[in-house]
């Protein structure tokens, strides 16, 4: 079935370093595609947003990258820092409801 | 502002009864959605109400069901619990037409045993 997935369920990361997080969706239709990160004993959070119509939208410390010809979609975050561990999830807006990946947990190493 | 409530934060039910779980939105998110969290399932969506009216349903049985008030706030009952309800049930509100940019609260941990 259409689905979105991530491709690790795990990534450790040096302190300081650019994490990438990816993604592979499989449905066209959808118009968004969004970046949520989960902290422990919290709700997810909204870090950013990008219509399908775009490649790259930029934020504080983020980016996400959009590949619609390999349906696949990146974020990445600049000088990973320890507030940066968490499950990050991928989510499409599809048929007005947000479909949600699997998530991958970022670690931290000092 | 203060963010998206939820209550109760746990729930310890036994298989066969119902629950009834309660949430917040932010002041002027019109829009409410829940979802089950689960570590097999991920993020599930349950339905999606807006101005008392749900606009969306995701694929669970009808024992799930919810409603929203005229002051936005929402419920969400489930009925005949099984052991596989146990989960965390996430609300979510969002701005109209900023769907997409859902803002949660911290979950209600409901235990079936």
């Known amino acids: 079935g259409e689905s979105v997935g991530l491709h690790l369920p795990t990534l450790s990361v040096q302190e300081g370093d650019n994490s990438i997080i990816n993604c592979a969706y499989s449905?066209?239709?959808?118009?968004?595609f969004i970046w949520y990160k989960q902290e422990s004993g919290k709700g997810p959070q909204f870090i950013i947003d990008?219509?399908?119509?775009?490649d790259k939208r930029q934020g504080q410390r983020v980016t996400v990258l959009l590949n619609k010809t390999v349906k696949h979609l990146s974020l990445q975050i600049a000088a990973t820092q320890p507030g940066d561990s968490a499950v990050y999830f991928c989510a499409e807006n599809r048929d007005d409801k947000i479909i949600f990946g699997k998530g991958t947990r970022l670690h931290i190493l000092p | 502002k203060a963010g998206v409530t939820q209550t109760p934060r746990y729930l310890i039910k036994t298989r066969g009864q119902q629950v009834t779980l309660s949430c917040s939105p932010i002041?002027?998110?019109?829009?409410v959605s829940w979802y089950q969290q689960t570590p097999g399932q991920g993020l599930q969506f349950l339905f999606e109400y807006f101005s008392e009216t749900q606009r969306n349903k995701g694929n669970f049985p009808g024992r799930f069901s919810g409603r929203q008030f005229s002051n936005s706030r929402s419920e969400m009952n489930v009925s005949t619990l099984e052991l596989g309800d146990s989960a965390l049930y996430l609300c979510?509100?969002?701005?109209?037409?900023?769907?997409?940019?859902?803002?949660f609260g911290p979950g209600t941990r409901l235990t079936v045993t």
């Open positions: 449905n066209s239709a959808s118009d968004y």
């Open positions: 990008i219509r399908s119509n775009m």
């Open positions: 002041s002027g998110h019109r829009s």
């Open positions: 979510a509100s969002s701005l109209m037409g900023r769907e997409y940019e859902q803002y």
